[in-house]
């Protein structure tokens, strides 16, 4: 690309990849970064994730990584918007129960249709793309720099035959996770291989976008952004170069940081890790980056005569997370050790990792946690940056956002009690967002992670894009109250999902709900489109010669004997796909457990826990007679009945 001018009277210019003063870029009017100018951000889903699924048992009631995540992931962006545009446009709050003309002259202001397209966004700073884009995980450049081996792409090989061939390793042997591998934390489908790959695309399209945005102000186009929120999943940050764990099987973010660097040539990148758990596998990876860019300086350092070889990019990792919880729950050495670390400067490392601490009031959390431990975070950032260059047009920076610190995470998840206020994840934003400014021009890519109940998804989506979006800068101010319990349950009324995926038939009484209600409308085409067929549950386990009893009336001339059960006895079952070792499948029962889309139990303990193999529970077999006096076996179904999430009507 041409070399950026700094000024009309200097011949200095500043070609790709070399740092620059912020005070030369606010300078030159090209570049169009002005600081006090809002940022465009652009939001970008991939339908393909829907289409990851756990197809080993029938009963996926403990599953929390699962493809509802998304749906609740687009509620939060709905209300969030819905909410910007209310502010920016400076209408009045609505009361709880608005006058009838006061509502129709709402709805007459928001210009609401049945079929309201999301590109009808009232706020010029914000986009939503519905992307398509996928990568060849064999093929791809970044893919193959992170988690590639120099004996070719052994794990990218296997982790193609391992979703392909899922559904024959179910039948054959239990499970579709090979041996050696945490079959308690990961699944694979057909269809998993889709989503890593969409996921993966869609990273690269939003940092293409970003960086484009920042390089070409002149030129930029309506896909080009200073700020993205890419909402995919499986997530990534447990993953390491071929160790997937924890849902995780690429690392995203990582493979992000890669492919800006190589196609980019970002050189310094930050990547802030704000999920629950430590990203171990990302640290993994970047302690490996930083070792051999670490190296090729020392070489090029003892050979001044020779010509410089284009070296490695720098990365620092932070993280914030709860030293308790997985992957460290165990207390193994390695992984402590490894999410304890803080180490600046020396061997060419730059790491800093966070423990969460317990707090009792939102003036503990933001005057003593946030202001003297977790803001430590950003200030290593910067001194990281300062260090090897200052602000510059080789830095990037990207946020690891998991939500399932959020208050409102599952108890089961969060049962150490380390956790974050939902405005955390708008402070920690804009606080991030400043960093981005002054020393990255403005770029910033944020990438889903965890994050598991639909309320800790909605809200950490509302707070964190209230972040990203320079509201102040467009002449409003954001309330935190938006995502308090009070009006979360009003939101999650509104989007209720009915039977067969629609959405509930209830009306929103309030401007911003009919407008985030009509907004999510828009962004979730993909269950009207069916985007993600479901794969056959049980598909290991051979058909039950079971039935159920017929429906028909009982005839006058029945005995009531004849219709109660005369016999219950115990029958042991497993709730979840046989073990190594376990009964062969053609010697399985059969689940009658039916399916279910809902939201998992709290009851599971850890991320590891939450998939209990081998837990078996008694289930009752009734037994009728028939006419001709033989007993006909009816199986009972057996519900998971659970206490509705705390705060909910």
Request: charged residues 25%.
């Amino acid at each position: 690309m041409d070399p950026i001018h700094l000024d009309s009277g200097s011949s200095e210019t500043l070609p790709r990849g070399v740092p620059v003063a912020v005070a030369k870029l606010e300078s030159h009017p090209d570049t169009s970064l002005a600081l006090d100018q809002p940022k465009k951000i652009t939001i970008y889903l991939q339908d393909d994730c829907l289409k990851h699924q756990y197809i080993r048992s029938r009963d996926n009631s403990g599953i929390v990584e699962r493809p509802e995540r998304l749906r609740a992931v687009k509620v939060g962006i709905a209300a969030a918007i819905a909410r910007i545009e209310d502010a920016v446009a400076g209408a009045p709050k609505a009361s709880a129960e608005p006058a009838e003309d006061d509502l129709a002259a709402a709805l007459e202001r928001l210009a609401l249709a049945p079929d309201a397209a999301i590109t009808e966004i009232r706020v010029p700073t914000i986009a939503v793309t519905q992307s398509t884009a996928s990568v060849d995980l064999l093929k791809h450049e970044a893919v193959k720099y992170i988690h590639g081996d120099v004996d070719g792409d052994v794990y990218l090989e296997n982790l193609s035959a391992w979703c392909r061939d899922s559904q024959i390793n179910i039948s054959k042997n239990g499970t579709e996770i090979p041996d050696g591998l945490p079959p308690l934390d990961l699944y694979l489908c057909p269809g998993s291989i889709d989503a890593i790959q969409g996921a993966v695309g869609a990273v690269c399209e939003a940092v293409d976008a970003v960086i484009a945005g920042t390089r070409q102000p002149a030129l930029k186009q309506d896909t080009h952004s200073e700020r993205a929120f890419v909402a995919v999943r499986p997530p990534g940050h447990h993953c390491g170069e071929d160790t997937p764990s924890g849902f995780c099987f690429v690392n995203n973010v990582a493979i992000g940081a890669a492919h800006a660097h190589l196609k980019h040539g970002i050189r310094r990148i930050v990547i802030l890790d704000i999920d629950l758990h430590h990203g171990n596998g990302t640290q993994s990876i970047i302690w490996q980056i930083n070792e051999e860019t670490y190296r090729q300086t020392l070489e090029t350092e003892q050979t001044p005569g020779e010509p410089v070889k284009q070296r490695g990019p720098e990365i620092y990792y932070g993280s914030i997370h709860d030293i308790l919880s997985y992957p460290c729950e165990d207390g193994k050495p390695a992984f402590v050790q490894a999410a304890s670390t803080s180490i600046h400067g020396s061997h060419g490392q730059h790491i800093e990792n966070i423990h969460l601490q317990t707090y009792d009031s939102d003036d503990h959390f933001w005057d003593v946690l946030y202001k003297d431990r977790y803001s430590k975070l950003l200030s290593k950032a910067k001194d990281f940056l300062d260090g090897t260059g200052g602000p510059g047009d080789d830095v990037m920076i990207f946020i690891s956002c998991g939500f399932d610190a959020c208050e409102h995470e599952y108890p089961s998840m969060s049962r150490h009690n380390r956790k974050v206020p939902t405005s955390f994840y708008r402070r920690f934003t804009q606080d991030t967002c400043a960093l981005a400014d002054r020393y990255a021009l403005g770029r910033l890519v944020s990438i889903l992670e965890g994050g598991y109940s639909d309320r800790a998804l909605t809200s950490g989506t509302m707070a964190h894009l209230c972040g990203l979006v320079d509201v102040h800068k467009l002449g409003a101010e954001v309330d935190e109250t938006w995502w308090d319990v009070e009006n979360l349950t009003k939101l999650e009324k509104a989007t209720k999902s009915r039977k067969g995926g629609r959405q509930s038939l209830s009306s929103p009484n309030e401007p911003w709900l009919m407008r985030a209600s009509a907004l999510f409308t828009s962004l979730d085409t993909s269950s009207a489109r069916g985007a993600a067929p479901p794969f056959p549950r049980n598909c290991w386990v051979p058909l039950t010669t079971m039935t159920l009893r017929e429906r028909k009336k009982p005839s006058s001339q029945t005995s009531t004997a004849n219709t109660t059960p005369s016999v219950s006895p115990e029958v042991k079952r497993k709730t979840k796909g046989a073990p190594k070792g376990s009964t062969p499948p053609s010697q399985q029962q059969v689940d009658v457990i039916p399916d279910s889309p809902s939201e998992s139990d709290a009851t599971s303990s850890s991320l590891t826990e939450s998939y209990s193999e081998d837990k078996e529970v008694g289930v009752t077999a009734s037994v009728s007679q028939e006419s001709d006096g033989k007993a006909k076996k009816l199986p009972r179904v057996i519900l998971h009945v659970r206490p509705p999430p705390s705060g909910l009507s």
